[in-house]
Nanobody, 127 residues
Framework: QVQLVESGGGLVQPGGSLRLSCAAS????????MAWYRQAPGKQRELVAS?????????????KYADSVKGRFTISRDNAKNTVYLQMDSLKPEDTAVYYC???????????????WGQGTQVTVSS
């Protein structure tokens, strides 16, 4: 019924940049909070950044970041496209992980909020 499709991962050298995108599609009535998580090999999945539903590209809004990425990563969203972005600058080898987007969505024909995950996109930071 609802899919989150991610794109933008890849291999980048330390100090480089990548931009991840995640678009919600299907029977989406409303997308609420959105977030990016990551999971490195042998580690638990961790929250990277989140953004509330009131936030759009033009108005800014409420965002939160993990301490490890503050000042380097920027989360934003385009509510008209049901899409969340993660701009990653000054990348470090320790940022290497599979990155997942997450969204809280009201689905047409369903009561309440459902939580969806993307399929994950690999980000590798290496020289």
């Amino acid at each position: 019924q609802v899919q989150l499709v991610e794109s933008g991962g890849g291999l980048v050298q330390p100090g480089g940049s990548l931009r991840l995108s995640c678009a919600a599609s299907g029977r989406v009535f409303r997308v609420n909070d959105m977030a990016w998580y990551r999971q490195a090999p042998g580690k638990q999945r961790e929250l990277v950044a989140s953004i509330t539903s009131g936030a759009s590209i033009s108005s800014g809004g409420s965002t939160k970041y993990a301490d490890s990425v503050k000042g380097r990563f920027t989360i934003s969203r385009d509510n008209a496209k049901n899409t969340v972005y993660l701009q990653m600058d000054s990348l470090k080898p320790e940022d290497t992980a599979v990155y997942y987007c997450n969204a809280d969505i009201n689905v047409y024909g369903q009561v309440g909020i459902a939580y969806y995950w993307g399929q994950g996109t690999q980000v590798t930071v290496s020289s």
